[in-house]
C-alpha cells in the first residue's frame, strides 16, 4: 500500500515539469491566427516560387513589346584575304577593314506585335491568379494547422483535469479504505484509473507538440522559434447565405480567373497565328567605314522592305488549327473548373451549417455529462456509490468535453474551407 502511494506522489511530482515542456517560455511571442498567416505570406517558399513566375510572365511582356522600338546594331571586322590568282601571280595578301553601324524597325505588321502584347499581358493576369490560388492553400493549411494546436492544447487541459479528478477520487478511495468503509478494490480501480489518465496526459502533451511543429512547418519559420497561439476556437455561428457565396466564388475563385485569363489568352493566339498570312514592312537604315588602308572610306545606307509569305508549307494553317484546339480545351477546363466550384462552396457550406448543429449538441451533452459526473462523485463521497460509477461518469465528462472540442475544430476548418472555396483572400 505504501509503495502504492508512494508512486502516486512520483506521478504527481512529475506532472507540472512535464506540462511546463508543451508551454511556450516567459516572454515567448504570442501569435493569433492572423498574425501567423500574416508570417506564412511572407516566408512561405511556395509563394515565393508564384511570385517568380509572375515576375517571369512580366518580363515576356517587354519582350513582345521590344517589337515597338527599333533595333540598334554595331558590328566591326577584319579580315586577312589571299586573292586567288593563277600561277605565277604576284599578287599579295591584304587586309580588309569594316565598323557598320545599323538601325531596323517594323513599321507595320498587321497588328502582330500589338496581340502578342495582349497575350503577355493575359498570361501576366493568369499568373497572378496562380498566385492567389497558392496563397489561400497556405491560408487554409495554416488554419488547419493552428486551430489543430488549439484544439489539442484544450485537449491537453481536459486530460488534465480528468487526471486530477481520478486523483481526487483515489485520495478517497485510500481515505474510506483506510477506515474500513469501502473494499481494497476501490483503492486498486482508483489507482488504475489514475494511471491511464496520467498516460492520456503524456499522450495529449505529445500531441501539443506535434501540432506546434506542423504549424510551424507551414508557417515557414524554424523549428527552434518559441512563441504562443492565442485561442480563438469559439462559436460564431455563421451568417452566409448560399446564393452569396456562389456568386462571390464566380467572381473572385483565382483558379477560375487563372483558366479565364488562360482561355482569353489563346483567343487572342489564334488571331495571331491568322496574322502569319500578312506581310510585314520594315524599314532599316545604315552607316559604316571599310576599306584595306587607314583611313578607311565610309558609306551610308537606307531602305525598306515589304515581306510577303506567299507559300510556308501550311504551317500558318496548322498554328491557327492548333490554336483554336487548345482554346477548345481549355474552354472545358473551364466548364469543370465552374462545376468544381459549385460543389465546392455547396458542400462547405453544408458542412458550416452542419458542425454548427454539432457543437449544439455537444455542448448539451457537455452539461449533462456534468450533471451526471456531479451526481457520481457526489454519492461516493457520501458512501453509497461505488468505483466504477464515478470512472464511467469521470470519463463520459471529459470524453463529452474533447467530443466539443473536435466540433469547435471541425466547424472552425468548415468555415475556412468555405472562405477558400469563395477565394476569399486573407
Not at 487541459?157 to 474510506?176: E, K
Not at 466564388?249 to 489563346?266: F, G, H, M, V, W
Amino acid at each position: 500500500m505504501q509503495k502504492k502511494i508512494i508512486l502516486i506522489m512520483i506521478f504527481m511530482l512529475l506532472l507540472p515539469s512535464t506540462t511546463r515542456a508543451v508551454e511556450p517560455a516567459a516572454g515567448a511571442a504570442a501569435y493569433n491566427l492572423e498574425q501567423c498567416i500574416s508570417i506564412a505570406l511572407e516566408k512561405h517558399p511556395s509563394l515565393r516560387a508564384s511570385v517568380g513566375a509572375i515576375k517571369a510572365s512580366e518580363s515576356k511582356v517587354g519582350q513582345a513589346r521590344a517589337n515597338y522600338y527599333p533595333q540598334l546594331n554595331l558590328s566591326t571586322s577584319y579580315q586577312r584575304i589571299g586573292p586567288t590568282s593563277p600561277p605565277g601571280s604576284t599578287l599579295d595578301s591584304y587586309d580588309k577593314y569594316s565598323t557598320d553601324v545599323n538601325v531596323g524597325m517594323t513599321l507595320f505588321d498587321f497588328g502582330k506585335t500589338s496581340t502578342q502584347v495582349k497575350i503577355q499581358n493575359l498570361n501576366v493576369n493568369a499568373s497572378q491568379a496562380d498566385y492567389d490560388d497558392v496563397m489561400t492553400m497556405v491560408v487554409l493549411n495554416v488554419k488547419n494547422a493552428y486551430y489543430n494546436l488549439l484544439q489539442n492544447q484544450r485537449n491537453l487541459v481536459v486530460a488534465v483535469d480528468t487526471m486530477q479528478q481520478f486523483q481526487q477520487h483515489l485520495d478517497q478511495a485510500n481515505a474510506f479504505f483506510r477506515i474500513g468503509t469501502k473494499p481494497k478494490f476501490d483503492v486498486t480501480k482508483a489507482e488504475v484509473d489514475f494511471g491511464n489518465a496520467r498516460l492520456n496526459v503524456l499522450k495529449a502533451e505529445n500531441a501539443v507538440r506535434s501540432a506546434k511543429i506542423t504549424l510551424k512547418d507551414v508557417m515557414g519559420v524554424p523549428e527552434n522559434a518559441d512563441f504562443a497561439v492565442v485561442d480563438n476556437l469559439d462559436f460564431q455561428k455563421s451568417s452566409l447565405q448560399l446564393n452569396d457565396v456562389l456568386n462571390t466564388a464566380y467572381s473572385n475563385r483565382p483558379d477560375l480567373r487563372s483558366i479565364i485569363a488562360k482561355r482569353e489568352a489563346t483567343e487572342k493566339s489564334i488571331d495571331l497565328a491568322k496574322k502569319g498570312y500578312y506581310p510585314v514592312l520594315s524599314g532599316s537604315a545604315g552607316y559604316g567605314y571599310s576599306g584595306t588602308d587607314f583611313p578607311l572610306g565610309s558609306g551610308w545606307n537606307a531602305g525598306a522592305a515589304l515581306s510577303f509569305p506567299l507559300f510556308s508549307g501550311l504551317s500558318t494553317k496548322y498554328q491557327v488549327d492548333e490554336a483554336r484546339a487548345n482554346l477548345e480545351i481549355l474552354k472545358a477546363n473551364e466548364d469543370s473548373i465552374r462545376q468544381a466550384i459549385s460543389f465546392d462552396v455547396k458542400q462547405a457550406y453544408l458542412n458550416v451549417q452542419d458542425t454548427a448543429e454539432q457543437i449544439s449538441m455537444s455542448e448539451m451533452t457537455v452539461l449533462q455529462a456534468k450533471e451526471n459526473y456531479d451526481l457520481a462523485s457526489g454519492r461516493y463521497r457520501t458512501g453509497v456509490g461505488n468505483p466504477i460509477e464515478v470512472a464511467d461518469a469521470t470519463i463520459t465528462l471529459n470524453n463529452a468535453r474533447a467530443n466539443l472540442n473536435t466540433a469547435l475544430y471541425n466547424y472552425k476548418m468548415a468555415q475556412a474551407a468555405l472562405e477558400k472555396s469563395i477565394g476569399a483572400k486573407p
